[in-house]
């Protein structure tokens, strides 16, 4: 195969596969289920297979990915206006423990031992099943996990703490790069920053790797080392 065909390949299969993933959403990473593992999966071998076959023109590689692609769209858009289609290919979250009592039946259902069990609760800070009131598998084989009372970790309710307003750090400068818009959010100007930084004994945007705003706590500045 000649380099500069394999190159087009290449490329054109790139910036396919990069619009696939980019239109079809961060759930094929974030909340994958069996069928859209499997589809990745399938989607990779058929650009793969594809580029490294002498007799596959670059219009087969378009149209395959193009077409399968598509297909995964389908079915996130049904998945999405279909509740019955929904339970079929996703699932449901299956109860494992409930009440504090581990079902059985429902564990050899999921093909999970009472060690894999374990395992997946240390994995989330629960090193004893007698912590855990319901333990659910979601279908992306997470679980998720209501503690009993007496094991849950303590909030500000309970000691009757008056409720502090909550604030997001914004990050105002990066890698030694001014962030105006970032800036211009916090409604604070590039001479209040340039100031900041002077009484820190920093001249220079390029000196820092990192700047971050928080409300109530100031600015947080580190440079490089």
């Known amino acids: 195969m000649k380099i500069t065909e394999l190159t087009l ?21 974030h ?44 079915v996130e858009y049904i998945n999405q206006k279909w509740l019955a289609f929904r339970l079929i290919a996703e699932g449901k979250p299956t109860a494992l423990i409930r009440n504090g009592i581990i079902d059985y039946e429902a564990l050899k259902k999921a093909r999970l031992t009472l060690n894999q069990l374990q395992s997946l609760l ?3 800070e629960t090193f004893s ?11 992306d084989g997470s679980l998720s996990i209501l503690k009993k009372s007496s094991y849950q970790k303590p ?10 307003p909550v604030h997001i750090p914004t990050t105002i400068i990066r890698d030694g790069q001014l962030l105006m818009d970032e800036l211009r ?9 340039l100031e900041e930084l ?10 820092v790797l ?9 600015l947080f500045v580190q440079t490089y080392q």
């Open 9 to 29: 390949e290449l490329i054109v299969g790139f910036i396919l596969l990069f619009l696939v993933v980019k239109v079809a959403g961060k759930k094929l990473i």
């Open 31 to 74: 909340q994958i289920t069996p069928f859209t593992f499997i589809s990745v999966i399938v989607l990779g071998e058929l650009l793969g297979n594809a580029l490294y076959t002498d007799h596959v023109h670059i219009w087969y590689i378009i149209y395959s990915i193009t077409l399968w692609g598509a297909l995964l769209l389908l």
């Open 122 to 124: 240390r994995q989330n």
């Open 129 to 139: 099943i007698r912590e855990v009131a319901f333990c659910y598998l979601e279908a």
């Open 155 to 164: 909030k500000k309710e309970d000691f009757h703490f008056p409720p502090q």
């Open 185 to 193: 959010e916090l409604e604070k100007s590039e001479e209040w920053l």
């Open 198 to 207: 002077r009484s820190r004994e920093i001249t220079d945007y390029k000196h």
């Open 210 to 218: 990192i700047a971050e705003w928080l409300e109530g706590d100031g």
